[in-house]
C-alpha cells in the first residue's frame, strides 16, 4: 500500500493525545454477545455500523506492517484494499492480522479524511470496510468512502449542535 507517508509523518508526532488516550481506558471492551452480533450482521450493516462508529468514536482502526499501512488483493473484485474497523478488538481478532503480525492502530476521522483517504484516492486503493474472518465486507472506492465518511461526520456533528 502506497501509505508510507502517513504512518511516517504520525511518527514524528505522538500517535495519540492524552485525551484519546483517557477516552479510550473509559471504554469498555466489547461483550462476547456484542462481538457475535456484529459479526452476524449482513456486510452492508456492519458498513452502516462502521461509519457511525467511526464518528461516535472518532476514529477507525486500520492494520500496519512493517513499512507501510497493511492491505491485501481481494480476488473477488481484484482490487487492492485497505481494511478498517470500528474496534480494536475486531481488527485483532481477523486471521490476516494475527498471521501477518500487523499492529492495530487507531486514526483520527479527521485524518482518514484529509489524509488517508486522498493518498487511497491517488493511489488507487479501495477500502475494505469492517472484514471479517468469513471473508464478507464491503469495497468502497477512496471517493465513495469519503462521501459516505463525511455525510455520516457532518451528522454526527449536527446531532452534537444543541437546537
Given at each position: 500500500m502506497?501509505?508510507?507517508?502517513?504512518?511516517?509523518?504520525?511518527?514524528?508526532?505522538?500517535?495519540?493525545?492524552?485525551?484519546?488516550?483517557?477516552?479510550?481506558?473509559?471504554r469498555r471492551p466489547l461483550t462476547q454477545t456484542e462481538r457475535h452480533t456484529l459479526l452476524s450482521m449482513a456486510?452492508?450493516?456492519?458498513?452502516?455500523?462502521?461509519?457511525?462508529?467511526?464518528?461516535?468514536?472518532?476514529?477507525?482502526?486500520?492494520?500496519?506492517?512493517?513499512?507501510?499501512?497493511?492491505?491485501?488483493?481481494?480476488?473477488l473484485h481484484d482490487l487492492d484494499v485497505v481494511p478498517v474497523w470500528p474496534h480494536s478488538e475486531l481488527a485483532s481478532s481477523m486471521e490476516i492480522v494475527k498471521r501477518n503480525s500487523w499492529d492495530i492502530v487507531p486514526i483520527p476521522v479527521v485524518d482518514w479524511i484529509d489524509e488517508i483517504i486522498p493518498k487511497l484516492i491517488e493511489s488507487e486503493n479501495f477500502v475494505c470496510a469492517f472484514p471479517t474472518n468469513n471473508g464478507e465486507f464491503i469495497v468502497r472506492s477512496g471517493e465513495q468512502f469519503a462521501k459516505d465518511l463525511e455525510a455520516h461526520w457532518n451528522g454526527f456533528a449536527k446531532s452534537l449542535a444543541a437546537p
Open positions: 502506497a501509505l508510507k507517508d502517513y504512518k511516517s509523518a504520525r511518527q514524528r508526532k505522538i500517535w495519540q493525545s492524552i485525551p484519546d488516550e483517557e477516552r479510550r481506558a473509559d456486510a452492508s450493516d456492519r458498513y452502516d455500523y462502521l461509519l457511525r462508529e467511526m464518528c461516535a468514536r472518532e476514529e477507525g482502526w486500520a492494520a500496519f506492517g512493517p513499512q507501510d499501512m497493511a492491505g491485501w488483493l481481494d480476488p
